[in-house]
């Protein structure tokens, strides 16, 4: 498989089928005399920014923090072992709703969106 065609930037699922985000980096296990193991996948604007390189994904990381304290810090790292099926979408085998993927949108939701007339 080629992992950077097949798997980033591609839209995640959970097995509910709840749209997540996209695949934005790929973290692998460094191996001695063995080829590197794909170890998880990790959504989040901290990742995507770490792409562009070290600094900014610093910058996401301490914005993030200050909007959504320290266990925001941290790009959202899944096991590749919860990957269910690469297709058109990639399905990860977890439910959305009971990780802190979301807590972004939900408080942007709660505190933005809902204040909108009309929203």
């Not at 959970?14 to 980096?25: E, L």
């Not at 266990?71 to 990957?83: D, F, G, I, L, T």
């Amino acid at each position: 498989m080629r992992m950077i065609r097949d798997v980033l930037d591609k839209q995640v699922v959970d097995r509910n089928q709840v749209k997540i985000g996209k695949i934005d980096g790929i973290v692998a296990q460094l191996r001695r005399g063995r080829p590197p193991r794909v170890a998880a996948v990790e959504i989040g604007s901290i990742a995507l920014a770490r792409r562009l390189g070290p600094l900014p994904g610093r910058w996401m990381a301490i914005v993030a923090a200050k909007l959504g304290g320290e266990r925001h810090a941290k790009p959202h790292r899944v096991a590749w072992s919860k990957v269910r099926d690469i297709g058109l979408d990639i399905e990860l085998d977890i439910d959305v709703h009971k990780t802190a993927i979301c807590d972004w949108q939900d408080w942007l939701r709660d505190h933005i969106v809902g204040k909108i007339p009309g929203a």
